[in-house]
């Protein structure tokens, strides 16, 4: 997406029209990094006859936010009275860059339009800043659109770590691997394939100490043709034994090796190293400890159509004893691929958010 498609000539004169410059504001924050430590964040300036005057976007942690990249295009008379429809809550925090809320007041913006109020108790704010200070701030312009494009970076930030996806590959008795423990290629090609996809589109990917002993796991994302997906998460090993996968070496992007069981804290480590999403590929004891810390925010379990019997639980001690103290989840797809279900839940109780400000 480049931003010749403009809408520049545009007159938005009420909320439809806002609604409109959003999307191109959404659009334009496409072309920034999808798996990065900051957001994706596209703006459009406006001047005070709906003219578009400038358009920018957020290029990635350390480089200028999207309404400092579209101010650097306008000279002060230009900005005087524009509007700024910007698709995140300018933020209010001084990070690699400063406050874009200060820099939008000095600049003597007449009104600013956002999607999304950033979650952040730390970056948020910035929207009532500028109301202070007498500006008119427009809130909420498509912010459902806005959190489709940045939804693993909200969820992180209003939870305070990395959100976590389970994947396990088990028969339909639930089994994750043979009695004598052969595991590999449970489920059929599509699955696999899937798996890859599903793989390239998470900031990370994590595997217990026991897996890169007993599989030696190359964790890349790979197109059915052998070729790397362009992004390759990032690959961690967890879990308190000093182990090196061999594989992992020739990874394209260098191991992280958490050595610690505690998983809250692994989260947040990953956070700090700006992780927003984590897929844990297992085995079952890691995923297992994820489940009943309530660390598991999706599943995708991908059942193949055999049964195996045996003590090799894809999901072991997940601290139920009893019925009543079972997890529910809530089931928003199953999907036939080849002989396989895919099966994408998540917990029907949101897990408990520690950043998210009131609204
Ligand atoms: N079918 C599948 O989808 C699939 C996927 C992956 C693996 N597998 C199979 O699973 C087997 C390995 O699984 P596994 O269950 O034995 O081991 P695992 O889950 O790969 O690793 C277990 C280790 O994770 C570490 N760990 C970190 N945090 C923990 C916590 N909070 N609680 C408990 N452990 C924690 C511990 O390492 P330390 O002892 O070092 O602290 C523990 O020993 C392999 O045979 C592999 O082939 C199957």
Wanted: hydrophobic residues 40%; charged residues 25%.
């Amino acid at each position: 997406m480049t931003p010749e498609t403009s809408t520049r000539g545009a007159t938005p004169a009420n909320a439809d029209g806002y609604a409109t410059v959003m999307r191109r504001a959404i659009e334009l924050s496409l072309n920034g990094p999808a798996h990065d430590a900051n957001p994706r964040v596209g703006c459009v300036v406006l001047d005070a006859h709906g003219t578009v005057i400038a358009e920018g976007w957020h290029r990635g942690a350390g480089t200028p936010h999207a309404e400092v990249d579209a101010l650097s295009q306008l000279s002060p008379a230009q900005v005087r009275g524009a509007t700024f429809v910007v698709t995140l809550e300018p933020c209010n925090h001084t990070g690699r860059t400063g406050p874009c809320a200060d820099e939008l007041l000095a600049a003597g913006v007449a009104r600013v339009v956002f999607g999304l109020s950033d979650p952040g108790d730390v970056e948020g704010g910035g929207g009532d800043k500028l109301r202070a200070a007498g500006i008119e701030v427009v809130a909420g312009v498509g912010a459902d659109d806005v959190m489709a494009v940045v939804r693993d970076w909200y969820d992180s930030a209003a939870l305070g770590r990395a959100v976590v996806t389970i994947k396990w590959a088990s028969s339909l008795d639930g089994r994750a691997a043979a009695n004598d423990g052969t595991s590999q290629w449970i489920s059929g090609e599509r699955a696999r394939e899937r798996v890859h996809q599903q793989r390239s589109e998470h900031d990370a990917i994590a595997v217990g100490t026991s897996t890169v002993l007993a599989d030696n796991p190359s964790l890349t994302a790979r197109m059915p043709n052998g070729e790397l997906y362009a992004h390759q998460p990032i690959p961690v090993v967890i879990g308190e034994r000093e182990v090196t996968g061999e594989r992992l070496n020739s990874h394209p992007r260098e191991t992280i090796y958490l050595r610690t069981r505690d998983l809250r804290r692994a989260l947040s480590d990953l956070r700090e190293r700006g992780i927003h999403s984590l897929y844990v590929e297992g085995g079952p004891t890691l995923a297992s400890a994820f489940i009943e810390a309530g660390l598991a925010d999706r599943f995708y379990i991908f059942l193949a159509p055999v049964l195996l019997g045996g003590q090799k639980l894809a999901v072991t001690d997940i601290g139920v004893s009893t019925l009543s103290e079972r997890i529910d989840l809530r089931v928003d797809s199953t999907e036939l691929l080849g002989a396989d279900i895919l099966i994408t839940a998540r917990p029907a109780s949101e897990p408990a958010q520690t950043h998210r400000k009131e609204a």
